[in-house]
């Protein structure tokens, strides 16, 4: 009998792995509050808490590999810092106890030099908030004896993907005719990853022992300004080109005195800034995989959008 497959989660990484999972034929878990997650056969939802308050033993048992996909409850280091190691605990030592790896969605804000093409073996030592929180929590997984696999991505775009730079503060307005709003810059270099693969990754990832106990990248495309992924996605919706301005980072800055969700942004705006690439290729060549194409990608999420109920 093949080995059951457990997500966590079913936000866009989730319900994306869970997905491609099922499509492979495996047996899959998912273990959301809720019970939601995607609808196919091999997919059984089920109502658990993984915060770290419940024991997970029973629902982990028989998996061969678990894919945490459950992030914090806000986008706020406060929030990250009380909710996150917890959560990762309960899963690790679950996942140890049925003998699975487990496999994360991980973010580059724990690598410490930005400012250069951000590569596997660079150093990931960031400190202070929600970069230094990622830092903390990449060692925490180091240090367990349970085998994991974490896979870094850019800010995501593709289907089931809302609240993102390239989610609802731009695919709607585009498609609506309107002007597109970005974050800092028009033209400055940025790397955005489709979670298509991402979720392609994590799921070869972890059939691959040789590549557990590592960090690797979700394939990448060559980094775009946002005004290009915006036109890109007008290409593949067969619309015009849209207006595209930027809210500049002073004018962010200033307003993270007054807003704590707009300060949480601050400390990452240097992503928008400045030039901020993402170089996949060694982990392409370990996992034998390569980015959607641009083009394809983007029609994908211009299909998924133009999908949902009229608001």
């Given at each position: 009998m093949a080995a059951l497959k457990i997500v966590t989660g079913a936000g866009p990484v989730g319900w994306t792995v869970a997905s491609q999972l099922a499509e492979q034929g495996h047996?899959?878990?998912?273990?959301?509050?809720?019970?939601?997650?995607?609808?196919?056969?091999?997919?059984?939802?089920?109502?658990?808490d993984v915060s770290g308050v419940q024991d997970l033993a029973g629902l982990f048992a028989g998996a061969d590999a678990a894919f945490h996909c459950v992030?914090?409850?806000?986008?706020?280091?406060?929030?990250?810092?009380?909710?996150?190691?917890?959560?990762?605990?309960?899963?690790?030592?679950?996942?140890?106890?049925?003998?699975?790896?487990?496999?994360?969605?991980?973010?580059?804000?724990?690598?410490?030099?930005?400012?250069?093409?951000?590569?596997?073996?660079?150093?990931?030592?960031?400190?202070?908030?929600?970069?230094?929180?990622?830092?903390?929590?990449?060692?925490?997984?180091?240090?367990?004896?349970?085998?994991?696999?974490?896979?870094?991505?850019?800010?995501?775009?593709?289907?089931?993907?809302?609240?993102?730079?390239?989610?609802?503060?731009?695919?709607?307005?585009?498609?609506?005719?309107?002007?597109?709003?970005?974050v800092a810059s028009t033209s400055t270099p940025h790397s955005f990853t489709y979670i298509g693969d991402l979720a392609a990754a994590m799921v070869k990832a972890a059939a691959m022992p040789e590549l557990w106990n590592s960090v690797l990248h979700a394939p990448t495309g060559p980094a775009l300004t946002q005004a290009e992924l915006a036109a890109a996605f007008a290409r593949a919706a067969g619309a015009p080109k849209p207006k595209v301005g930027a809210i500049p980072a002073w004018f962010i800055a200033a307003a993270g005195v007054f807003s704590p969700g707009i300060h949480e942004l601050n400390e990452t705006l240097y992503q928008f800034r400045n030039p901020?690439?993402?170089?996949?290729?060694?982990?392409?060549?370990?996992?034998?995989?390569?980015?959607?194409?641009?083009?394809?990608?983007?029609?994908?999420?211009?299909?998924?959008?133009?999908?949902?109920?009229?608001?």
């Open positions: 047996k899959v878990r998912v273990l959301t509050r809720s019970g939601s997650g995607p609808e196919h056969p091999l997919i059984e939802r089920v109502k658990a992030h914090g409850s806000a986008y706020s280091a406060t929030a990250w810092r009380r909710e996150l190691a917890r959560a990762e605990a309960a899963v690790l030592d679950a996942a140890g106890a049925a003998g699975a790896v487990a496999v994360f969605p991980e973010s580059f804000y724990s690598y410490s030099r930005p400012e250069e093409p951000l590569v596997e073996d660079g150093p990931r030592n960031a400190i202070g908030g929600k970069r230094g929180i990622r830092t903390q929590l990449l060692a925490a997984r180091a240090a367990h004896p349970t085998p994991t696999v974490s896979v870094a991505a850019s800010d995501f775009f593709g289907p089931q993907v809302r609240n993102a730079h390239a989610g609802e503060r731009m695919v709607p307005n585009m498609l609506a005719g309107k002007r597109v709003q970005v901020f690439i993402v170089d996949s290729s060694h982990s392409e060549r370990l996992l034998g995989l390569s980015p959607t194409p641009l083009a394809e990608a983007a029609l994908a999420t211009v299909q998924w959008w133009r999908s949902l109920p009229a608001a």
